[in-house]
């Protein structure tokens, strides 16, 4: 690798790094959804699964939430994260909402 190539390399590199961190942080720092907003309400979203409203979602069962959804967008063991169904805000990992979808295997 000559030293153009390197510096190349190097510069790509660290705008890489610089774009992945930049966007770690911003997941990192959404505002989480309020479950009175009128966009939670119309999706029954609850900042805990346990709370759903079974009587309107009768297909909502215990053992569903946002860490398990296919939709959910946040690492393993975070407490929360994002959710394309209500962009710009996180869900917690222990939520619901009627747009839940099991999480391929
Ligand atoms: S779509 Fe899935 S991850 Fe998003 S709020 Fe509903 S249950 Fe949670």
């Known amino acids: 690798m000559n030293t153009l190539d390197r510096r190349h390399f190097l510069g790509s590199t660290l705008l890489l790094t610089g774009l992945v961190s930049a ?7 959404l505002p989480p959804l ?6 939670a309400m119309a999706m029954g979203y609850r900042r805990d699964t ?14 569903q939430h946002c860490g398990n959804c296919q939709l959910y967008q946040g690492k393993a063991g975070d407490a929360s994260g994002p959710c394309p169904i209500f ?14 979808v099991k999480k391929a295997a």
């Open 23 to 29: 966007r770690a942080q911003a997941q990192a720092t």
């Open 50 to 63: 346990a709370k759903a409203d079974a009587k309107k979602y009768p297909k909502h069962t215990a053992d």
């Open 87 to 100: 962009a710009g805000k996180s869900v917690q990992s222990g939520g619901w909402c009627n747009a839940w």
């Open 34 to 39: 309020d479950e009175a907003s009128p966009q």
